[in-house]
């Protein structure tokens, strides 16, 4: 059965109702990763994903459409087949605006489906947000991960009234960065503040990420 849903579900994500299946085994090899497990059983136990580049606007699009296609095969399911998504990271980091669209699919696919994140190797910059983003008390970080925060930047905006209105919308994406982290571990919103105005990169071991709520566990 759960085949049969997952067929049906990935032909309304990937706009592809028509096509035979064989068409849609070949297309399933073009998008993010999707790691199944199960054994000899088709069913798999948990459902994986992964982002292990930079964040930018074309694997935002991959990993939203997995999330989607991961979501409703598991509402589509009978309760003994529903499932998490398991999400891995690791990243440096990338653009912010990508960084708040994946972050907020990943609030609304979590009124149904819980995402276990667990980050690896590196979760840095706009990574940050999404590991802590996944739901709490099954966010995990590998004991050798490395975790970084720093202050939004941005790149070179121009005459002068173009460097000013980029400064503002600056200000205005960093208290929005601020404010998800704020709302989704134990940090408080002025000594972030603080941490992140000091212009420099922080660095956090994998004990310190679980003491500030980005992380539940050490694995």
């Known amino acids: 059965m759960i085949d049969d849903i ?3 579900v990935w032909n309304i994500v990937a706009g592809k109702e028509d096509e035979k299946p064989e068409q849609e085994e070949e297309q399933d090899d073009k998008k993010v990763v999707v790691i199944e497990r199960g054994g000899g059983d088709p069913e798999p136990d948990i459902r994986t994903i992964g982002l292990f580049t ?3 606007e074309e694997k935002i699009a991959e990993i939203v459409q997995a999330l989607l296609y991961l ?3 598991n509402k589509l399911a009978d309760d003994d087949e529903k499932r998490p998504i398991e999400f891995y990271l690791s990243t440096y980091g990338g653009n912010a605006d990508d960084m708040f669209a994946l972050y907020d699919i990943m609030r609304m696919v979590q009124t149904t489906t ?3 994140t667990i980050g690896v190797g590196k979760v840095m910059s706009a990574g940050v947000l999404l ?5 709490k008390g099954e966010r995990r970080i590998a ?10 930047s941005a790149g070179p905006g121009g005459d002068l009234p173009n460097l000013v209105n980029e400064m503002e919308a600056l200000h205005e994406l960093q208290e929005m960065y601020i404010n998800c982290l704020v709302q989704e571990t134990k940090m408080m919103k002025s000594d972030l503040k603080n941490m992140l105005e000091r212009k420099v990169n922080v660095y956090l071991s994998a004990e310190k990420a679980v003491a500030l709520g980005i992380a539940d566990i050490i694995v």
Request: glycine share 4%; charged share 25%; net charge positive.
């Open 143 to 152: 004991r050798n991960c490395r975790v970084m925060l720093h202050s939004v």
């Open 71 to 73: 979501n409703e095969v």
């Open 6 to 8: 997952k067929r049906r």
């Open 54 to 56: 930079d964040i930018s």
């Open 114 to 116: 819980p995402i276990h």
């Open 131 to 135: 590991l802590a983003a996944g739901t």
